[in-house]
């Protein structure tokens, strides 16, 4: 089965800095996408990047990018230039392209911008 | 533009009360669509997903149902419900089977006493 780890429960930037979320994962399929989801107060789930495996390129959506590193099975993101809108509860999630199931989500990462 | 609603927003039921929940997608068409449960501070847990209509898969044994009764209508339902079924409720939508990215509703906030 899949699983998506997110070891920091708790992350904080200062306006303007950059903060990276860290998000390792587990599975044996080759084919697959990996995004993060960003969940401010009002809690819906809003799309910030995604990642297709088969893709050596990272992606990067403005001040959003990502870290994918497919072989230690490691996708970080990176924020920068923080805002004070920035500050959420982000999730990395992990979903087999084979498969109409569900995403496999991370347990969340709470990010804090100070102003 | 493709739009995804639920409602209510909010739900306080007694428990051993009926529950309702409804999702539905604007914009598209045959779309997969998905129920989630998230508990305070939680992840995400998905509870059922539907490739087409009456097609309704559980992930997890529980107090809730679904259907599936119109293209673009998924429900989310208990006959009677339980303290543990408090929580935040999301619905989600893909375009097809092969399309990555699901995009999530705003959510039913519901509390059981």
């Known amino acids: 089965a899949q699983t998506v780890t997110q070891s920091q429960p708790e992350m904080s930037v200062q306006e303007a800095e950059t903060v990276t979320l860290s998000c390792t994962y587990d599975?044996?399929?080759?084919?697959?996408?990996l995004f993060w989801y960003k969940q401010p107060p009002s809690r819906q789930m809003i799309l910030v990047i995604r990642?297709?495996?088969?893709?050596?390129q990272n992606a990067t959506e403005n001040r959003f990018s990502v870290n994918f590193q497919k072989a230690a099975k490691s996708f970080s993101l990176k924020i920068s230039d923080s805002q004070l809108g920035d500050a959420a509860m982000y999730f990395c999630?992990?979903?087999?392209?084979?498969?109409?199931?569900?995403?496999?989500f991370g347990s969340g990462t709470q990010l804090t911008v100070l102003p | 533009s493709q739009t995804i609603h639920q409602w209510p927003a909010t739900l306080v039921q007694p428990v051993g009360s009926p529950l309702s929940l409804e999702c539905t997608v604007e914009?598209?068409?045959?779309?997969?669509l998905y129920w989630y449960r998230q508990a305070a501070g939680r992840g995400l847990q998905l509870l059922f997903y539907?490739?087409?209509?009456?097609?309704i898969s559980s992930e997890v044994p529980q107090n809730l149902s679904a259907s599936r009764p119109q293209d673009r209508q998924f429900i989310l339902s208990s006959k009677k419900l339980l303290l543990s079924d408090s929580g935040f409720y999301l619905c989600?939508?893909?375009?097809?089977?092969?399309?990555?990215?699901?995009?999530f509703g705003p959510g039913t906030r519901l509390t059981v006493l």
């Open positions: 914009g598209t068409s045959n779309p997969n």
């Open positions: 990642q297709e495996a088969y893709k050596q």
């Open positions: 989600a939508w893909t375009k097809t089977f092969s399309t990555d990215t699901q995009y």
């Open positions: 999630a992990y979903r087999y392209s084979g498969s109409a199931r569900q995403l496999t």
């Open positions: 599975t044996s399929e080759s084919d697959y996408y």
């Open positions: 539907s490739v087409g209509i009456g097609q």
